[in-house]
């Protein structure tokens, strides 16, 4: 844990006067797991979206790998290997689980990864569904997106990440919305994941289950960052105890 | 007593779904006849010319006409990409190919195919700054394009103004005529086909149901869907480059809101999203429209009824119920 991977240097973001994104920095070394934490609405995905490329910033830099990555479109921010799940799933409906993966196998960057041709994708996609916890010798990765239960459909989204093969892998509340159980199967996948050295981003709203595995955590309130530090700090920090339970003397 | 209807499937089509379906020649019928009796038709009524007579193989060949322009709609559909102005493509080849036999007298062998690849460039590269745009706005902006065009011809008076170019080479004989359009339909139908449930054709599939999640999946959309317009525009183009020299006139009718409206509502009646069903809708509204033609002045009102009874009747379209009472049987079941 000594190379940086990801740099962000006092970006910010204004949507017509309400600043969702107010100079915030933080960097992100490689193999680390770090969690982002705050209220509703203080501007957590607004992050998200700035670090890949589906919102520009008003200012601010974002340096990934030594490449300034500030304001390019979505596809070439994946493409050097940042993928990232959505808040609200929303996978291809019309198309089976499997066939759901063939779309990020069928991007050049996993082409150029495997050099040359990309052998038979549909295999790639079962194996990578049975590692996010699709049971492999059930019907459940040929059934159709639409039918799934939300948990798999998270659990699809996070497959559909790891079909490109990234280097960071930000996860936008992924477990919001899984069950306890769901929650406690997809833990490990996340560590493991970690553990063999892939970066990751979580933004969450479950702290108990994102202090455990997380090695740092960034907490913010209304766009701007209140807090850095490790998880058994900021349950002690005044300021996140402010923003998560209000303080006294706002009112 | 309260009686339900229930769906259930054929035995048949679950022994057909795998590698079991050659287990018998019953099987394979059940698989092919679908498939190869619309074929047959197709390549056999060119040749029933004593039969049907004349006017009756133009009407054939005007269908399949509309049916590549349905194809081509669909295919843009499965994009996400939601067209009212087939008519770009059907004008643009028409007039590349009507002014390349007017001005440099090449042959009806080199203009048509140079028609149709430069007429779906050029409207690709008409829609490319609008590719960004979903849904209606696109919709609209494609519904505005075959008229900028036309007024564009009829102002600056270029390409023949409102006269048009007439005297072209015509086609050599009535059998280019009938079977050329046929091959074309086919080889658009089955290539679409095949096309969509590629590798390729799940990720336009993926843009049409979440284009953001393409998107972080490394894959440049915009690209994507540039490339889908254009296969969509050759099989636009090609019916007007064909109309064309059939014609033997361009001018400003091949920009005309019908090459754009028919096709939509081709796809529509049929069934969106399937290729066999816009080609199904085709073969049923022109036909009906021309037999309509006896009724004189009210022909539009028949049409327009018949057309509003087949959407109502059946909002996901012919070729969907079609297909589901092919492999499906409905029976009534008591629930007490």
Not at chain 1, 29 to 52: A, Y
Not at chain 1, 210 to 233: C, E, S
Request: hydrophobic fraction near 50%.
């Amino acid at each position: 844990m000594d190379k940086t991977i990801l740099t962000v240097e006092n970006i910010s973001k204004n949507f017509g006067g309400v600043a969702a994104i107010v100079r915030v920095s933080f960097e992100l070394q490689e193999g680390e797991l770090l969690g982002i934490i705050g209220p509703n609405g203080s501007g957590k995905t607004t992050l998200v979206n700035l670090l890949t490329g589906f919102v520009k910033p008003d200012s601010g830099t974002v340096i990934y790998q030594g490449r300034n990555i500030t304001g390019k479109m979505p596809y070439k921010i994946a493409e050097l290997g940042i993928a990232r799940t959505f808040q609200m799933v929303k996978p291809f409906y019309q198309l089976s689980a499997f066939k759901n993966l063939i779309i990020p196998l069928y991007s050049s960057r996993v082409k150029k990864l495997r050099g040359g041709k990309y052998g038979d994708r549909d295999d790639v996609a079962i194996d990578l569904l049975e590692d996010v916890g699709f049971e492999r010798d059930s019907f459940v990765p040929y059934k159709i997106a639409s039918s799934l239960p939300h948990g798999y459909l998270k659990r699809l989204e996070l497959a559909r990440c790891l079909a490109l093969r990234p280097d960071l892998l930000i996860l936008d509340e992924l477990f919001s919305g899984m069950s306890m159980s769901e929650v406690a199967s997809t833990l490990p996948i996340i560590e493991k994941l970690n553990a063999e050295g892939l970066s990751i981003i979580m933004v969450e709203h479950r702290l108990k289950e994102l202090f455990r595995i997380a090695h740092r955590v960034i907490a913010l309130n209304f766009g701007a960052k209140i807090a850095d530090g490790p998880p058994r700090t900021m349950m002690e920090n005044e300021a996140v105890k402010a923003a998560y339970l209000g303080s006294e003397d706002e009112d | 007593m309260k009686y339900r209807k229930e769906r259930l499937d054929r035995g048949i089509k679950a022994r057909c779904e795998d590698i079991f379906a050659l287990s018998s020649y019953k099987e394979i019928s059940y698989l092919l006849f679908p498939r190869v009796l619309p074929v047959a038709i197709l390549l056999i009524l060119p040749l029933l010319q004593g039969v049907i007579g004349l006017y009756w193989e133009k009407v054939l060949m005007i269908t399949c006409m509309i049916a590549l322009l349905a194809l081509s709609w669909d295919l843009m559909a499965s994009v996400g990409l939601i067209s009212l102005g087939q008519a770009l493509f059907f004008g643009t080849g028409a007039y590349i190919t009507g002014y390349l036999n007017f001005a440099f007298k090449l042959p009806p062998i080199l203009t048509i195919p140079l028609g149709t690849i430069g007429g779906a460039l050029f409207s690709t590269l008409l829609l490319l700054p609008v590719l960004r745009l979903r849904g209606v706005y696109f919709a609209i902006v494609t519904l505005t394009m075959p008229l900028l065009l036309s007024r564009f011809i009829e102002t600056t008076k270029i390409l023949g103004g409102t006269e048009g170019m007439s005297a072209l080479s015509p086609l050599p004989n009535i059998w280019v005529e009938l079977y050329v359009p046929v091959f074309a339909l086919l080889i658009c139908l089955f290539g679409f086909r095949r096309l969509i449930n590629e590798d390729y054709g799940l990720v336009l599939q993926g843009i049409r149901d979440n284009d953001r999640a393409v998107m972080s999946g490394a894959i440049n959309i915009y690209w994507f869907k540039a490339q889908a317009v254009f296969i969509a525009g050759i099989a636009g183009a090609f019916a007007g480059a064909f109309m064309t020299h059939y014609y033997r006139f361009v001018g400003m009718p091949a920009f005309a809101m019908d090459y754009s409206i028919l096709p939509l509502t081709a796809a529509v009646l049929g069934g969106v999203g399937t290729f066999a069903g816009p080609t199904i809708g085709a073969f049923i509204l022109m036909p009906l429209s021309e037999s309509l033609r006896a009724v004189g002045t009210l022909r539009v009102v028949f049409y327009s009824a018949i057309l509003i009874i087949c959407v109502v009747g059946l909002p996901e379209g012919i070729f969907h119920y079609l297909r589901r009472k092919y492999h499906q049987f409905e029976r009534m079941v008591d629930v007490g």
